[in-house]
């Protein structure tokens, strides 16, 4: 039997506040690791600047959205700064089914209803360095109101106040070293047992 066959791919929720630099932390990851799929949110704000349909977010309405929810193919979903936001479950169940690992990117109550549903989920929570550097970066980006700003930073508060829910912390200071620090993650995960039972199962077998 092939490894694809008899091996569950990993399910990787990955959050960290507005400011956290987890988006580029997560584009490097994929450039070094281009095997892991990536969760497109499904997401009813406005496209930013830069933003592409289909990159890390299919942007819908918010009666497409609604839908989606009334025909259950959501595996979680959330309201965030009056905008709703939520994982596809079909994507994921499907990575799963095919042995690939997949990174799901959320908010904190997202990875909140994701464990729920999926407790072997393994969860990495990045982290701002400092209070000073998470203020610096959010104020920097420029594309929102002073409001937006506000209220993401304290959006940003009050989700590091919940890191102690996640498996692992990565502090996201220097970028190459916390990219690092989710691959090592992501690599020992597929080392688990559960993960390679299979072999030691075939080994067995032949016995
Ligand atoms: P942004 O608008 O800055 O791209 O994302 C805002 C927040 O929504 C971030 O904390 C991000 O992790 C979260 N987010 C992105 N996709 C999803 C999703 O599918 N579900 C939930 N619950 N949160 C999401």
Known sequence: MTKAMMNKGGVFIVSGPSGSGKDTLLVKLFEKMPEIKFSISCITRGMREGEKQGEKYNFITKEEFLGMIERDELLEHNRYVG?????PKAPVMQAVENGCDMVIEVDVNGAEKIREKMPEAVSIFIMPPSF??????????????????AERMNNSLREIERASEYDYIVINDDIDTAVDDIMSIILSQRLK???????????LEKC
């Open 83 to 87: 905008n709703y936001y939520g994982t």
């Open 193 to 203: 047992l559960d993960r390679i039972r299979y072999i030691i199962d075939e080994v």
């Open 132 to 149: 000073d550097e998470l203020e610096r970066r959010l104020s920097g980006r420029g594309t929102e109101s002073a409001e937006i700003v």
